[in-house]
């Protein structure tokens, strides 16, 4: 390996022919063992030169250097630089503060998670690489101390080691349940915070063109969709049965991931002083409780809350259902039933959404907005984003089914056969039904 590097950089350094053949005969000289170590080790280089680059880009960016401060165009600010992006708006293309910000508000990107069954690098390594890159992003910090800094070139020394022991190539087909874990992953390591840190950075770029207002948490700047598990078309292997495991996965990993902060809510939330209807409401949870009652289940909070707590009272009824939200799916996942009756659990995004905004409303109204807009407001804005599933699942099926589903009901109509008709005729029978005043759906249907 290291004859093979030094031979590349002497070849780079003067472009020497004779190195360029020397190397060429040492590689092809090389059996099948060598070659794949040789071709592993050059791999594995190029994967920590790709992140030590990315690490040193943001970096720079964080530093706020301008644009023309760069010599290498790949290392410029980019278009993803939210505030500059919105001071262009305003004052060279002179759009108005308010004309972004209404543009802002009622725009929405969805970020489309496709399936790929080839996909080429292991979670395994992409972990080891994130935890890589997280001690190059900590090795640029101006207070670090010698032992800091010898701790960290420990750590990095293994988790290099372990990403060159780590077989590259996964050895078992992953099934449309494997695909789902993997990109829930990316929800879980990264996205899950990702969302309200981004929102948090569009409203501090507001407040520098002279926007005094966050964007609502409901506006939908951001939504997230998926093909795993429901993208049928030419996958035989994703069946009725996969899709509804990919769904009760997805309600179960959102479910313990707002469970896993909802806690911290509580612990933010310690104030008494609230409105009328939020005292209300506290009142009556508080005496429809049982007496005493002890939750052995949880960590933190798990005796009766006091009344004079009453946000706590509510988070606490909002930490219950989301409890028994992730237990019912962990159970019809695993076992296909749940003793745990759906009305105890959350079943609509509007219900969950319903005590938290709640509780906001309260606190702006006794005066309270800037602890309103702290964790709270990151909260309702991942309700907001991620819903009850964390992403909407695409359902996509080979078109001969929908021609079969068709052709049964011109069939049942009595006005011919789909499958029989050309392609003109579909079209202009399918426009008249889209156009035509009669229900296409039965009142007992749900319609989005």
């Known amino acids: 390996v290291q004859e093979v590097y030094e031979l590349s950089a002497e070849y780079e350094r003067k472009h020497d022919p004779k ?74 293309m002179k759009k108005s503060p308010q004309e972004v910000f209404d543009a802002l508000k009622n725009q929405t990107v969805d970020l489309v998670l496709t399936a790929h069954p080839t996909q080429s690098v292991r979670r395994s390594l992409l972990q080891k690489h994130a935890r890589v890159r997280n001690c190059l992003s900590q090795l640029y910090a101006k207070d670090i101390t010698p032992d800091d800094k010898q701790e960290l070139d420990e750590a990095l020394q293994r988790e290099i080691q372990a990403a060159f022991r780590t077989d590259e190539i996964k050895r078992t087909p992953p099934t449309p349940q494997d695909e789902m874990r993997a990109g829930m992953s990316y929800f879980h390591e990264t996205i899950w915070k990702g969302v309200p840190k981004f929102l948090r950075r569009v409203d501090t770029a507001l407040k520098n063109i002279g926007i005094n207002e966050r964007v609502p948490y409901n506006a939908p700047l951001i939504q997230f969709s998926s093909w795993m598990g429901g993208d049928r078309d030419g996958n035989p292997r994703v069946t009725p049965e996969v899709t509804r495991d990919v769904c009760l996965l997805a309600r179960m990993m959102a479910a313990n ?82 003793e745990i ?27 309270d907005r800037a602890i309103a807009d702290g964790s709270l407001l990151d909260f309702l804005r991942q309700v907001s984003t991620f819903g009850l599933s964390l992403v909407r699942l695409d359902i996509r099926q080979e078109s001969d089914r929908h ?20 392609e003109e005729k579909r079209q202009e029978w399918l426009l008249s039904e889209l156009v035509g005043k009669r229900p296409l759906f039965g009142p007992d249907l749900p319609q989005t």
Not at 350 to 365: G, I, N, V
Not at 403 to 422: C, F, N, P, R
């Open 403 to 422: 021609t079969d589903v068709m052709d049964a009901i011109t069939k049942h109509l009595e006005i011919g056969s789909y499958q029989e008709w050309s």
């Open 257 to 338: 991931l707002y469970y896993s902060q909802i806690e911290d809510l509580m612990f933010e939330l310690s104030m008494w002083r609230c409105n009328d209807e939020l005292r209300d409401r506290a009142e009556e949870l508080h005496r429809n409780s049982k007496k005493d009652e002890v939750a052995k289940h949880y960590i933190e909070f798990w005796k009766k809350i006091p009344l004079n707590e009453p946000y706590r009272v509510i988070l606490g009824d909002v930490r219950d259902k989301l409890y028994r939200t992730r237990e019912r799916s962990r159970y019809l996942l695993a076992h296909g039933y749940s």
């Open 19 to 92: 190195k360029l053949e020397e190397l060429g005969n040492l590689i092809t000289s090389l059996d099948a063992g060598d070659s794949i170590v040789v071709a592993k080790s050059f791999s594995h280089m190029l994967n920590l030169a790709n992140l030590a680059e990315e690490v040193q880009i943001a970096h720079r960016r964080r530093n706020k250097l301008k644009k023309g401060d760069f010599r290498d165009e790949s290392n410029a600010t980019t278009e993803s630089d939210i505030e500059e992006t919105l001071k262009r708006l305003v004052f060279n």
């Open 341 to 367: 009756p759906e009305e105890a659990t959350f079943t609509d995004v509007d219900e969950f959404l319903e005590p938290l905004e709640l509780c906001y409303r309260s606190l702006c109204a006794c005066g």
